[in-house]
């Protein structure tokens, strides 16, 4: 459940998508009176003079009322990990002018190599960590689609495609229509990033 490195007690949470996700984690913590050195997507850092088993549980019930909770095994904070950096990184605009893959981007950020960590997602995940950002990329698109102040060349650039013409293909792929179809749905699907 956590790492003891610098009197600091890491916990993993599972669910933990967006900026929003962490001010909720932020706003319990500080409800239950639990200090907390830093709040991250799926991390909470808390110095080891706040912990008390009862905190921690009590923690835990509330983290699943919100739709949360803490991951407790290796394999499962690894996938963790990896999905809240994909994400990250598909909503942070600044990882782009790296121009860095996602199979690099994961290789420096965790200290195991790309397959084993490719191997372990798609053992415990029942699809591929292609096929996983794939989805990412394909619901950031939905949700560029949606809002209508990008073309389908900038949002291909956006999400680092090839083209637009890649973009759409990937598209109509996961999707079974193309990008302007699915511009003209009144009721377009999307899906919640952590059900993905």
Same mark, same amino acid.
Request: glycine residues 4%; contains cysteine.
């Given at each position: 459940?956590?790492?003891?490195?610098?009197?600091?007690?890491?916990?993993?949470?599972?669910?933990?998508?967006?900026?929003?996700?962490?001010?909720?984690?932020?706003?319990?913590?500080?409800?239950?009176?639990?200090?907390?050195?830093?709040?991250?997507?799926?991390?909470?850092?808390?110095?080891?003079?706040?912990?008390?088993?009862?905190?921690?549980?009590?923690?835990?019930?509330?983290?699943?009322?919100?739709?949360?909770?803490?991951?407790?095994?290796?394999?499962?904070?690894?996938?963790?990990?990896?999905?809240?950096?994909?994400?990250?990184?598909?909503?942070?605009? =600044?990882?782009?002018?790296?121009?860095?893959?996602?199979?690099?981007?994961?290789? !420096?950020?965790?200290?195991?190599?790309?397959?084993?960590?490719?191997?372990?997602? !798609?053992?415990?995940?029942?699809?591929?960590?292609?096929?996983?950002?794939?989805?990412?990329?394909?619901?950031?698109?939905?949700?560029?689609?949606?809002?209508?102040?990008?073309?389908?060349?900038?949002?291909?650039?956006?999400?680092?495609?090839? =083209?637009?013409?890649?973009?759409?293909?990937?598209?109509?792929?996961?999707?079974?229509?193309?990008? =302007?179809?699915?511009?003209?749905?009144?009721?377009?699907?999307?899906?919640?990033?952590? =059900?993905?």
């Amino acid at each position: 459940m956590f790492d003891q490195k610098d009197q600091e007690m890491k916990l993993h949470v599972k669910n933990m998508v967006c900026p929003r996700c962490i001010m909720a984690v932020e706003q319990l913590l500080s409800e239950q009176n639990i200090d907390f050195s830093k709040v991250d997507l799926g991390l909470v850092e808390l110095p080891y003079a706040a912990i008390e088993d009862e905190k921690i549980s009590r923690f835990r019930a509330g983290l699943v009322q919100l739709g949360f909770d803490l991951i407790d095994d290796h394999k499962t904070q690894l996938i963790n990990q990896v999905k809240q950096l994909v994400i990250k990184q598909l909503r942070d605009d =600044s990882w782009r002018s790296h121009r860095m893959n996602f199979s690099d981007a994961i290789t !420096s950020a965790i200290p195991y190599s790309y397959n084993y960590v490719s191997q372990v997602f !798609s053992e415990n995940e029942g699809l591929t960590l292609e096929k996983f950002i794939i989805a990412q990329k394909i619901e950031m698109a939905k949700e560029l689609l949606s809002y209508g102040e990008l073309s389908l060349n900038q949002i291909a650039d956006k999400l680092d495609y090839s =083209s637009s013409a890649h973009l759409s293909a990937q598209f109509k792929k996961v999707t079974g229509i193309s990008p =302007s179809e699915y511009k003209k749905l009144e009721k377009p699907d999307r899906k919640a990033l952590d =059900s993905l």
